[in-house]
């Protein structure tokens, strides 16, 4: 099997896979995978020579982390990359879980503050019951998530005092990167100006679908050394023939276009999703993509159309048809 090509996160010592593992899906709330295929798609994924995961408290509220270092626990740690998340704090859950939900017992919430960094850094390592994380991103902050009155505040307190706890975890070398993992581009740029970070983690806006950061934040990301992964290189799910965008049912001009996209890829004989897992890798900022399989045969089958040989006229077709900014660059170029 061929090796997955190694990229490094900023300019820092750590190289990860071009391919992660994104756990969101591994939490069992949202997708409801059990804890036993979670810890089955960690391993496969090692096993096929993935060598970085990225997970998150707020995956099943604790329940990503603890399949993570459970599945990852015998393997000497300098082999792999491991990113989780802060800005939120897990506290016991007062009433009853949903029928079907296979999270832990806590409800989130957030928490931006120095002591609420360096709390929930403390937590992860338990869960996950490892005694190294390599990337820690702050998670979900900005206008898009918590509202345009509630951001300045939310970020001030961050700037002021989580970013402040970050520092002193890298400087201590607790991690070896920092970063901010979001769904909106605005609050990278915004974060750029005052901070000095490693990567981003930026989920559904730079994908086939969508490529609004290639105007600016991509740029500025190579200028400032920042690498960029992205989460969602699927828009989760429409880019791989579900129905669902950014989470939610997809409104009719993202079905109309991703449609389009789907038939151009079929007049090259290629899978849609074949093209949306290759296309973020072309972009030089880009360190890996972290699709979020359901179950080991999405992984594997993800795995093999990362692979798959596409020509370069589907990339000039997409761009003769408006589909493609004609700016971003592809695999064949």
């Known amino acids: 099997m061929a090796q997955i090509e190694m990229r490094r996160i900023g300019r820092t010592g750590l190289k990860v896979t071009s391919l992660g593992l ?25 096993t096929a020579g993935v060598h970085y995961i990225d997970t998150a408290p707020y995956y099943g509220f604790g329940q990503a982390e603890r399949c993570v270092g459970d599945a990852m626990r015998s393997v000497p740690r300098e ?81 002021e005092g989580g970013y402040r706890a970050l520092e002193g ?32 983690l930026l989920a559904g806006r730079y994908t086939l679908l969508e490529q609004a950061p290639l105007g600016d934040l991509m ?4 200028e400032a050394g920042v690498s960029v992964v992205i989460g969602g290189p699927l828009n989760s799910g429409i880019l791989a023939g579900r129905d669902t965008w950014n989470y ?29 897992l290759q296309f973020p890798l072309a972009h030089p900022a880009v360190a890996a993509i972290i699709p979020g399989p359901r179950n080991v045969a999405e992984f594997t089958g993800n795995l093999e159309l990362l692979r798959r040989p596409i020509p370069a006229a589907l990339w000039a077709d997409l761009r003769a048809a408006g589909l493609l900014d004609p700016q971003a660059p592809v695999p064949a170029d």
């Not at 994104?22 to 090692?46: F, N």
């Not at 609420?116 to 702050?138: K, N, P, T």
């Not at 400087?171 to 750029?192: H, Q």
């Not at 993202?254 to 999703?273: F, N």
């Open 219 to 222: 740029p500025k990301c190579i």
């Open 248 to 276: 939610a049912p997809a409104p009719s001009e993202i079905v109309a276009r991703t449609k389009a996209l789907g038939a151009v890829c079929d007049s090259h004989g290629i899978p849609l999703v074949a093209a949306a």
């Open 169 to 200: 975890l890298r400087r201590a070398g607790d991690v070896s990167a920092i970063g901010i993992g979001v769904n909106e581009r605005e609050v990278l740029l915004e974060a750029l100006d005052w901070g000095a970070w490693d990567v981003f």
């Open 79 to 159: 082999d792999w990359v491991l990113s989780t998340k802060v800005g939120r704090l897990l506290r016991p859950r007062r009433g009853p879980a949903p029928a079907g939900d296979h999270t832990m017992p806590f409800d989130p919430v957030y928490d931006y503050s120095y002591d609420g960094i360096m709390r929930s850094f403390e937590d992860s390592l338990q869960r996950l019951g490892l005694a190294r994380i390599d990337i820690l991103y702050v998670h979900d902050i900005g206008a898009r998530t918590h509202g345009p009155a509630a951001h300045p505040g939310l970020m001030r307190t961050l700037r």
């Open 22 to 46: 994104g756990c969101a899906t591994l939490g069992g709330s949202r997708i409801g995978v059990p804890r036993e295929e979670a810890e089955a798609i960690v391993r496969a994924a090692w």
